[in-house]
């Protein structure tokens, strides 16, 4: 089952924007990551932030992450419209080492110019 | 620099053919590998991973199956299609270590059973 839920499904914004886009998951993590995926395109990673990080900067990008809570958020600031995809938490659990990951169901985000 | 590469980039085939998808990594060595299948407007589905030649992990128990015949060639088949089969295939590789390494991932497969 899927672990990651993102909300909102979908959001639309004018560029110069911000947008946010939350992450919930179920349980104990290690890391969580963000993808990015363009419309039948493969996902693209973003940034990947560790279990014992608060928060995370990548350019335009902020991730933070609450363990307490179970959430992470997304926020792209000064958004453009070659920001518009589809993203995706995915959280990893440790199978005898192996790294799977558990992709949420992804927020649609449409930037119009 | 590393390169996934997966082919066919779509495919339409008729419930009850066999598949064969894909999927080559160049530029590591001894790279984890993954397939996703994706519905329409969802998420990724983890169907198979290998950590190494022949070492093949099922996620979801359907009528597809994966073969790993050299170190950076996954493929993914099937023997009879159908229609729920239809979907986006993903192939992904990351490194072998350990430490939350990120994924990466190939141009993907559509693939429409009819």
């Known amino acids: 089952s899927q672990q990651g839920e993102e909300d909102p499904q979908a959001l639309s914004i004018q560029e110069g924007e911000n947008a946010t886009m939350n992450c919930s998951y179920k349980?104990?993590?290690?890391?969580l990551q963000w993808y990015r995926q363009n419309s039948g395109r493969g996902l693209v990673h973003l940034i990947l932030i560790r279990s014992n990080e608060r928060e995370k900067h990548s350019g335009r990008l902020r991730v933070t992450l609450d363990t307490s809570k179970k959430s992470s958020s997304l926020l792209i600031t000064a958004s453009r419209a070659a920001d518009t995809a589809s993203y995706f938490c995915?959280?990893?659990?440790?199978?005898?080492?192996?790294?799977?990951?558990?992709f949420g169901t992804g927020t649609r985000l449409l930037v119009s110019p | 620099s590393q390169t996934i590469h997966q082919w066919p980039a779509t495919l339409v085939q008729p419930v009850g053919s066999p598949l064969s998808l894909e999927c080559t990594v160049e530029g590591t060595s001894n790279p984890n590998l993954y397939w996703y299948r994706q519905a329409a407007g969802r998420g990724l589905q983890l169907l198979f991973y290998?950590?190494?030649?022949?070492?093949i992990s099922s996620e979801v128990p359907q009528n597809l199956s994966a073969s790993r015949p050299q170190d950076r060639q996954f493929i993914l088949s099937s023997k009879k299609l159908l229609l729920s089969d239809s979907g986006f295939y993903l192939c992904a590789w990351t490194t072998g270590l350990a430490g939350g390494y990120e994924q990466y991932f190939g141009p993907g497969t559509r693939l429409t059973v009819t």
């Open positions: 995915a959280t990893d659990g440790w199978n005898t080492g192996f790294q799977k990951l558990v």
């Open positions: 290998s950590v190494g030649i022949g070492q």
């Open positions: 349980t104990s993590i290690n890391n």
